[in-house]
């Protein structure tokens, strides 16, 4: 039962412009939310990180947003570089766990 | 960097032999986690750790045991490797953080073991 769900496999946009990663989830219990990038032959990246008490958090070119009653959280690259090709984990651990679940992954290619 | 290095990187074992994959952490984290990852899959929690000697079972948990005699090292075993655990695997550790918008735990992954079993 996949609780953490991306639904895009593949994304591909130009250079410059904002690339935006989908994110659906379906245990309310869930409080944390991360997003990791893994290039190919690496381990996953810590990329940028909300708690559900909040709706947005920026961290230079990444922003998260959380919306808690949708269940639904998205990760925008503004402007999106070439190096961001890679593969975006969107992953959600609840209050008293330990654990992260994880979506499948969106692939993202940024193209000059 | 989350000072966690992960031997070997690279395996090719044979159907029914045994296989251990270590996990070592340089910063004394009490949580480590075993992870795999599969095409379709993202990446499923084998076991995790929540100090020596303790230990719980993850989503994927069967045909696979762990170790963990010193905070340090977290030991992934394969009892009889099947051509089904042929996989990449990421050893993890957690780390409180408390920062501007996120005060929770974050996880930091190793560099990953390949193996195949053929």
């Known amino acids: 039962d996949q609780q953490v769900k991306q639904n895009s496999p593949s994304l591909s946009v130009q250079e410059g412009r904002i690339s935006i990663l989908n994110c659906d989830y379906t245990?309310?219990?869930?409080?944390?939310f991360l997003w990791y990038k893994k290039y190919p032959a690496e381990g996953p990246t810590f990329l940028i990180s909300?708690?559900?008490?909040?709706d947005k958090n920026e961290d230079g070119r990444f922003t998260v947003f959380l919306n808690k009653s949708a269940k639904h959280l998205s990760l925008h690259i503004v402007p999106s570089q070439p190096g961001d090709s890679a593969v975006y984990f969107c992953?959600?651990?609840?209050?008293?766990?330990?654990?992260?679940?994880f979506g499948k992954g969106t692939s993202l290619l940024v193209t000059p | 960097d989350a000072g966690i290095t992960q031997s070997p990187r690279h395996k090719v074992t044979e159907t029914g032999t045994p296989v251990t994959l270590r996990c070592h952490q340089t910063?004394?984290?009490?949580?480590m986690y075993w992870y795999r990852q599969d095409p379709g899959h993202g990446l499923r929690l084998i076991h995790y750790?929540?100090?020596?000697?303790?230990?719980d079972k993850g989503e994927v948990s069967d045909g696979y045991s762990v170790s963990r005699s010193k905070t340090e090292d977290f030991l992934l075993t394969l009892e009889s490797a099947t051509s089904s655990q042929t996989s990449v695997y990421f050893c993890?550790?957690?780390?409180?953080?408390?920062?501007?918008?996120?005060?929770?735990?974050?996880?930091?992954f190793g560099e990953g073991s390949w193996l195949t079993v053929v």
């Open positions: 909300i708690s559900s008490i909040k």
């Open positions: 245990n309310s219990m869930f409080d944390y």
């Open positions: 910063e004394n984290h009490r949580y």
């Open positions: 992953a959600a651990m609840k209050n008293s766990g330990y654990a992260l679940n």
């Open positions: 993890a550790i957690s780390e409180p953080t408390l920062k501007r918008g996120y005060s929770g735990n974050t996880i930091y």
């Open positions: 750790s929540y100090g020596v000697k303790d230990t």
